[in-house]
């Protein structure tokens, strides 16, 4: 099968390349030679490349700067998809709380902070809640999906949910870090955008199918760290 990946050098695009690339023909093109944005473009590409399945990755993923380019936003987050919908079959999943071995990602972020705290605690919001969620079994559950011959609008998380505390504690408790995690809220640390409160997705038609794939949030995660964390630790340290 020949599936056209975008967005194919971010956390999920990588990971699908991987899984994906076992089985199937894998194309990733970069922006310059496929802009989502541009109309013409995306249907000049599709008629060349002839996939049988597009995946769209790509996005514009930070949430503060998304404040100040709204524009750009617009062009990523909405006409891209949109004119990749209207120009091939239509595929998607609803992701969130996404980490991975490259990119950037909470897990980073965390690790990045705590390893740079001396005398004093990590603090961490309690009151946003979601399932954190492995890009590697994403990209599992995609494979299953096409598989399957999936159409229409997947949600796509692990299963089980907890706050970004509760995450962070277990990494650093994980990794066997020596700095305490306390508990704080949203308002306590203001940023451009608001997080939203509650990021919990059910895999419904997943399940409904019979080919959800997803596993805990803590199963996946510990996986995770007991193949990355030493490195991810060492990165950190670096920065």
Aim: hydrophobic share 40%.
């Amino acid at each position: 099968m020949k599936i056209l990946i975008l967005g194919g050098s971010g956390m999920l695009g990588s990971e699908c390349k991987e899984v994906l690339g076992r089985r199937h023909e894998i194309i990733t093109p970069d922006r310059e030679s496929l802009n989502i944005v541009s109309w013409d473009q995306v249907i000049d590409r599709l008629q060349q490349i002839s996939p049988e399945i597009v995946l769209n990755c790509a996005g514009f993923t930070d949430v503060d700067a998304s404040e100040e380019e709204d524009f750009a936003v617009r062009k990523i987050n909405v006409e891209g998809p949109r004119n990749l919908a209207q120009g091939a079959a239509r595929f998607g999943s609803k992701l969130g709380w996404l980490y991975s071995r490259g990119g950037s990602n909470f897990i980073k972020a965390i690790l990045s902070a705590a390893l740079k705290l001396r005398n004093s605690a990590l603090k961490v919001v309690d009151d946003q809640f979601g399932s954190p969620t492995w890009t590697y079994r994403v990209a599992h559950q995609i494979e299953a999906l096409l598989n399957r011959g999936g159409r229409g609008t997947y949600h796509a998380t692990s299963e089980g949910f907890c706050s970004k505390f509760e995450w962070a504690a277990f990494v650093v408790e994980k990794l066997g870090l020596k700095v305490p995690v306390e508990p704080c809220k949203t308002e306590d640390f203001p940023t451009p955008a608001r997080r939203p409160v509650n990021s919990i997705l059910e895999n419904r038609l997943l399940k409904k199918q019979g080919i959800n794939v997803m596993r805990d949030w803590k199963e996946d995660l510990n996986e995770f760290l007991d193949l990355y964390g030493e490195d991810l630790i060492k990165e950190a340290s670096r920065d």
